[in-house]
């Protein structure tokens, strides 16, 4: 099955830094991948996700890469700011085999 | 759109007791729901995966007879802890997925039930 690798488990920044969280995963033929913020207590939010058929994809502050060939894709959060402070976890399926497979989490700190 | 709801948010039971947890998509219509289960600082394990009309899919390690699943619409799947125990005690997310609009999952707000 699919394993994702999640790094680092934790990240603190200051206020305006920029933010990088990487995730491998194992199964070549995992094609889609999300990424979930979730503060504490509260529900998983899809924050952005990208297709093996793109390379990069930015909304505002935020951007994902993905590398198929190396197998790894990261979220880029730039000019942090405190409210972007949560747990962010990334995942990784196949189309069709709908399962998700989350990596274990990156808690993250902005400082002000 | 997309919006998740879970009831209860919390429940507190006896043990040997059984708990059963609903699951809505709110607006619009989910084929297939999830069922996670949240220890604290840690990640989403899916349990099971909830389909509309027929069984639900359990991954290793999870007891079917102990959590029961029913997906009876297109917008309601429940999850029944049964005769639960400490260990039981956790948080519990659904997700659901639009149906035929791909791979996105939303998840509902998590239900943490304390067995005491």
């Known amino acids: 099955g699919e394993n994702v690798e999640q790094h680092p488990s934790t990240l603190s920044v200051q206020e305006g830094d920029s933010a990088v969280i990487k995730c491998t995963y194992s199964?070549?033929?995992s094609n889609y991948f999300p990424w979930y913020k979730q503060e504490l207590g509260k529900r998983p939010q899809l924050i952005i996700d990208i297709r093996s058929n793109v390379g990069e994809k930015k909304d505002?502050?935020?951007?994902?890469?993905?590398?198929k060939t190396a197998k790894h894709?990261?979220?880029?959060?730039?000019?942090?700011q405190p409210e972007d402070s949560a747990v962010y976890?990334?995942?990784?399926?196949?189309?069709?085999?709908s399962t998700l497979t989350f990596g274990k989490g990156t808690m993250l700190l902005v400082s002000p | 759109g997309a919006v998740v709801s879970q009831h209860p948010s919390w429940v507190i039971c006896k043990s040997g007791t059984s708990v059963k947890i609903e699951c809505r998509s709110l607006d619009f219509q989910a084929t297939t729901m999830f069922w996670y289960r949240q220890f604290p600082k840690q990640s989403l394990m899916l349990m099971a995966t909830s389909n509309e009309g027929s069984k639900a899919t359990y991954e290793q390690g999870v007891e079917k007879d102990k959590f029961l699943i029913n997906h009876a619409s297109l917008t309601l799947s429940t999850l029944t802890?049964?005769?639960?125990?400490?260990?039981?005690?956790?948080?519990?997310?659904?997700?659901?997925r639009r149906t035929g609009a791909g791979e996105t999952q939303y998840f509902g707000p998590g239900t943490r039930l304390l067995v005491l």
Do not use: K
Not at chain 1, 89 to 97: E, I, K, P, V, W
């Open chain 2, 81 to 96: 802890v049964t005769s639960a125990h400490p260990e039981d005690s956790s948080f519990y997310i659904c997700s659901a």
């Open chain 1, 27 to 29: 199964d070549s033929a």
């Open chain 1, 89 to 97: 976890f990334c995942a990784a399926s196949r189309s069709g085999y």
């Open chain 1, 73 to 80: 894709f990261s979220l880029h959060i730039t000019e942090t």
């Open chain 1, 60 to 67: 505002q502050r935020i951007a994902v890469t993905l590398n």
